[in-house]
């Protein structure tokens, strides 16, 4: 029912440290009444799930978190893909044959394309960004249960089908990737262009783990880090930012906010940097891996995968340069800095990440084990 091993062990520990910073660094209203539930029913069905050895326990982590967006289109989402979960848990538990194995597989499928965000289901991440308040949409996108699911489930029981499906799977997740980061260049709302740089990065992990072998698997399982810790940086940073002036929700020009918010500016440049993977960072590691293990097995991963990086590059420079740069400082409007809890929160991504970069090996050594075992699973072994 219930099992745990290094992959969980180490999905619980960063997801736990996600969770402290964004507790730590979220507006006060954001964490407050029925936002508190919201954030509760996240973070216990996301622990549900990294410790359960059954797909029923699975399910249930799983539709905690769909329970906690019950409104709007990204609650739809969310429900159709708990749905597909359900069938495919229901139809590999009593299928009495093949046929009724292979329909369950493919729901499993389904639904983690559906959480992911994998197109032709991308759609409903933006208006996730809209609608729901930013600390509980970085909480249920990273925990990544989607790619658990493949990983823990999927992958274990169906290894063969999984190997037939990796091909299509990868070629849908870079697509995603290419997409989303084309997208986010004429992206105009702030919101908008975070949730498709979220959509292209996070496309990373699954396009990794196309790739079969143990270099590109173990890019992937630090990929996964490495976006969890700087996409919640870039999420933190730009919360703090909307509740100090009103002028980040739809910026006319450059803002100039780094005049009075240079530790802010610092913190959500770090974290777009390690994001699309500069030398230094435990992103560039991470991407290297992926890029590297892409081009012995999957050359079109292999080209799509840093033009998207890229782009992506681009995106976030436009963003970090509207929001901060741009504009003298008697034009600026004057706003606080960061507090001293969020400074010490923040820190936390930018040591790890910074650290990871300078010593990757740290990194690279914690994850293989998992890598190795999961291109067994591949492999039939």
Not at 25 to 42: C, E, F, H, M, Y
Not at 271 to 276: K, S
Request: glycine letters at 8%; one cysteine or more.
């Amino acid at each position: 029912m219930f099992l745990m091993d290094s992959f969980s062990l180490f999905a619980i520990f960063g997801y736990l440290l996600i969770t402290a910073i964004t507790l730590a660094t979220a507006p006060r209203k954001d964490v407050s009444g029925n936002n508190r539930i919201q954030l509760a029913l996240i973070v216990a069905g996301t622990l549900i799930a990294y410790v359960s050895g059954s797909l029923w326990v699975f399910l249930v982590g799983w539709a905690l978190v769909g329970l906690a967006f019950r409104t709007g289109k990204s609650g739809m989402m969310l429900a159709s893909s708990t749905l597909a979960l359900g069938i495919g848990t229901a139809l590999i538990s009593f299928g009495e044959n093949g046929n009724a194995h292979i329909a369950g597989f493919a729901a499993l499928v389904l639904a983690a394309l559906l959480r992911k965000g994998i197109f032709p289901f991308h759609f409903w991440i933006p208006m996730a960004f809209e609608e729901a308040p930013l600390p509980a949409v970085n909480l249920m996108l990273n925990s990544h249960l989607g790619a658990f699911l493949m990983i823990r489930f999927a992958f274990r029981l169906f290894p063969q089908l999984a190997v037939q499906t990796l091909s299509l799977i990868g070629l849908l997740a870079i697509f995603t990737a290419l997409y989303a980061a084309f997208l986010a260049l004429v992206a105009q709302r702030p919101r908008r262009i975070l949730a498709l740089l979220c959509i292209s990065q996070t496309s990373f992990i699954l396009a990794g783990l196309e790739n079969r072998n143990v270099e590109g698997i173990t890019g992937a399982l630090v990929h996964w880090l490495v976006v969890a810790l700087a996409t919640t940086s870039l999420l933190a940073v730009y919360r703090a930012l909307e509740v100090r002036t009103t002028e980040v929700d739809r910026p006319a020009g450059f803002l100039g906010l780094g005049f009075h918010a240079p530790r802010l500016a610092v913190f959500f440049a770090i974290g777009a940097l390690t994001l699309v993977g500069l030398p230094g960072t435990l992103g560039f590691a991470a991407e290297d891996l992926l890029f590297h293990g892409a081009l012995e097995s999957h050359p079109l991963l292999g080209f799509g995968l840093p033009l998207a990086t890229a782009l992506n590059a681009i995106t976030s420079l436009k963003l970090l340069s509207t929001l901060f740069l741009g504009r003298r400082g008697i034009h600026v409007p004057p706003i606080p800095d960061a507090c001293w809890m969020e400074r010490f929160a923040l820190t936390v991504p930018v040591v790890i990440l910074v650290v990871g970069g300078i010593s990757p090996s740290l990194f690279v050594n914690l994850r293989e084990p998992s890598a190795h075992w999961i291109a067994a699973l591949l492999a039939g072994r």
